[in-house]
DNA sequence: CCAAAAGTGTTTCGATTACACCCATGC
DNA sequence: GCATGGGTGTAATCGAAACACTTTTGG
C-alpha cells in the first residue's frame, strides 16, 4: 500500500466589524494560481495535528493566531488540486479584524479582507468551499450563543443585535431579541458606558465565558 | 514538500431493526490490533474519491452496499496509528440490517452487528470515532426527518415511532407524533395493512422521497 | 369476549411575535 | 430643543404538550 496522496489544510476566516461580515483571503505567490486569491491553507507536517497545522498556517501566511476554529469538511475530488492528489481539510474560524495586523509572508503575495458579497475569482474548488463555510456559519447561529469570538471584550447591546441581524440578513426585534438574549443569562453587564457621538449613551457587556462556553456544549436551540 | 502521510476511510454504520440501534464491526485480520475489534475502513487509493474509497472499503471487508453515506470528522492526531502517520476521514451510514447479507472478507476475520450498548473494545481511537457518530446520530434526528435509510420500504406507523423512541431514548406521545409526521407530509399512506400477530391491524406507510429528500435539504426543524 | 395494538381530538400551557413610547446624551 | 440611538412591557397568536377512550383484529 504505498499511497502518494498530499494532505493539506485550508481556512475559512470569518471577520466582523460594524456590520461587515468580511473574508480573509490570500494572494498565491507561486503556481498553480498564481496571483489568485484563495484560501490560507498549505500542507500538513508529518509530525503535526491538523489544528496545528491550519493555526501555522494562518500565522506564517497571513500573521493571525486565531482563538475559534472548528473543523468543517475535507474536500478530496482527486482532481481538486493540479499538481496532483491533494486531500484538503477545511477549517472556519472567526475572528475580530480589528485584534490583528494581517500581513502578507510566506506563499502569500497579499493578505486581504473581503466583504462577503465582493469576492474574487478563487482559486482551486475554494469557492465550495467557501459555500461551506458561509452556510454552516448562518446555521450555527440558530443553534448556539455566537458573538464572543466576533465582538469586542465589551460591547453595547446594539453590536450583538446588529451581528445577529447581519448574520440572518433579516432585521430582528430589538425588544424581543434583548429578552431572549438576557434569558440566556450569558451577559454581564457593566457598570459602564459608552456613547457613539449621538444618542442616548448604552450600557457595555461582556459576555460571561463560563456560562457562554457551557451553552455552546449543551448546544442550546435559539431562535431569533 | 515531502510528506509521509497516509489517508483512511472509516465508516461507522447504524442498523435498526425491531427496537435495537446495532453497529456494523469487522474483526481485524492482520496487525495492528490483529483480532481484535474495529470499524470497517481502509486506505485510499490514489485515484478515487473519498466516498469511493469507504463505499469500496466497506463492500470488501463485510460485503454491504450502502446507500446513506454522510462525512463525519476528520480524525488526524499524529499517533492515532501505531503503523505511523495515519489521518481518517470517518464517515457514518445507515442501513437495515436484514437488507444485506454481511461477510467477512478481506482484512477482516468476521464481520457482526453489535448492539449499541454492548460495544467491544475497540482498535486505534475507534471509540472516539463512535462516539462522535452516536452524538451526531442523535442530533440528526432533531433537525432532519429520518427512518426511510432505516425501515422497510413499507411499515406501519408504530415502526417509525419506535425508531424514534429508540434513538431519542425517550418515549414520545403517539398522538401528537403522528400529528407531526404526517403534517410533514412526507408519507403516503397506503391502503395495505399488515397484523403483527395480535391486536389491530396497522396500515401501512411509505415515505414520499421526492417530498422527503426535499425536507432533508432544507434542513426542517423538527422538535419531537 | 378478552387481549393486544392501532387510531383519533381537545384543552392547556408556554413561547414567539407584534407593536410604540419615553430616556439620556451631544450639538 | 432637537436629533440620535438606547431602553423597556403587554397583548395576541401559534405551536407543543398533556391526556384517554374507541376500534379492529386474533385467539
Redesign the pocket.
Same mark, same amino acid.
Given at each position: 500500500m504505498q499511497q502518494s496522496i498530499q494532505l493539506s489544510v485550508d481556512a475559512v476566516v470569518f471577520g466582523y466589524e460594524a456590520g461587515n461580515i468580511s473574508i480573509l483571503l490570500i494572494k498565491r505567490k507561486y503556481e498553480p494560481f498564481k496571483g489568485k486569491w484563495a484560501i490560507p491553507g498549505g500542507f500538513v507536517l508529518d509530525d503535526e495535528s491538523l489544528e496545528e497545522a491550519v493555526e501555522r498556517e494562518l500565522k506564517e501566511e497571513t500573521g493571525i493566531k486565531i482563538n475559534y476554529l472548528e473543523q468543517l469538511y475535507t474536500f478530496g475530488k482527486p482532481n481538486r488540486d493540479p499538481r496532483g492528489r491533494v486531500v484538503s481539510i477545511a477549517y472556519f474560524g472567526l475572528i475580530r479584524p480589528n485584534a490583528f495586523k494581517i500581513y502578507a509572508s510566506t506563499d502569500a503575495a497579499q493578505v486581504q479582507w473581503f466583504h462577503i458579497d465582493e469576492l474574487p475569482e478563487l482559486s482551486f474548488d475554494h469557492k465550495e468551499i467557501l459555500d461551506a463555510a458561509i452556510k454552516r456559519l448562518k446555521a450555527k447561529i440558530t443553534y448556539e450563543p455566537l458573538g464572543f469570538e466576533l465582538l469586542d471584550n465589551k460591547f !453595547?447591546? &446594539?453590536d450583538l443585535e446588529k451581528l445577529y441581524s447581519t448574520l440572518l440578513g433579516r432585521e430582528v426585534? /430589538? /425588544? #424581543?431579541f /434583548? %429578552?431572549?438574549i438576557i434569558g440566556l443569562n450569558v451577559l454581564d453587564e457593566l457598570d459602564e %458606558?459608552v &456613547?457613539? @457621538? &449621538? @444618542? /442616548? !449613551?448604552? #450600557?457595555l457587556f461582556q459576555f460571561n465565558k463560563k456560562r457562554y462556553f457551557h451553552l455552546k456544549k449543551e448546544g442550546i436551540i435559539f431562535?431569533?
Amino acid at each position: 500500500m504505498q499511497q502518494s496522496i498530499q494532505l493539506s489544510v485550508d481556512a475559512v476566516v470569518f471577520g466582523y466589524e460594524a456590520g461587515n461580515i468580511s473574508i480573509l483571503l490570500i494572494k498565491r505567490k507561486y503556481e498553480p494560481f498564481k496571483g489568485k486569491w484563495a484560501i490560507p491553507g498549505g500542507f500538513v507536517l508529518d509530525d503535526e495535528s491538523l489544528e496545528e497545522a491550519v493555526e501555522r498556517e494562518l500565522k506564517e501566511e497571513t500573521g493571525i493566531k486565531i482563538n475559534y476554529l472548528e473543523q468543517l469538511y475535507t474536500f478530496g475530488k482527486p482532481n481538486r488540486d493540479p499538481r496532483g492528489r491533494v486531500v484538503s481539510i477545511a477549517y472556519f474560524g472567526l475572528i475580530r479584524p480589528n485584534a490583528f495586523k494581517i500581513y502578507a509572508s510566506t506563499d502569500a503575495a497579499q493578505v486581504q479582507w473581503f466583504h462577503i458579497d465582493e469576492l474574487p475569482e478563487l482559486s482551486f474548488d475554494h469557492k465550495e468551499i467557501l459555500d461551506a463555510a458561509i452556510k454552516r456559519l448562518k446555521a450555527k447561529i440558530t443553534y448556539e450563543p455566537l458573538g464572543f469570538e466576533l465582538l469586542d471584550n465589551k460591547f !453595547p447591546f &446594539s453590536d450583538l443585535e446588529k451581528l445577529y441581524s447581519t448574520l440572518l440578513g433579516r432585521e430582528v426585534d /430589538r /425588544r #424581543n431579541f /434583548r %429578552k431572549k438574549i438576557i434569558g440566556l443569562n450569558v451577559l454581564d453587564e457593566l457598570d459602564e %458606558k459608552v &456613547s457613539k @457621538g &449621538s @444618542g /442616548r !449613551p448604552a #450600557n457595555l457587556f461582556q459576555f460571561n465565558k463560563k456560562r457562554y462556553f457551557h451553552l455552546k456544549k449543551e448546544g442550546i436551540i435559539f431562535e431569533i
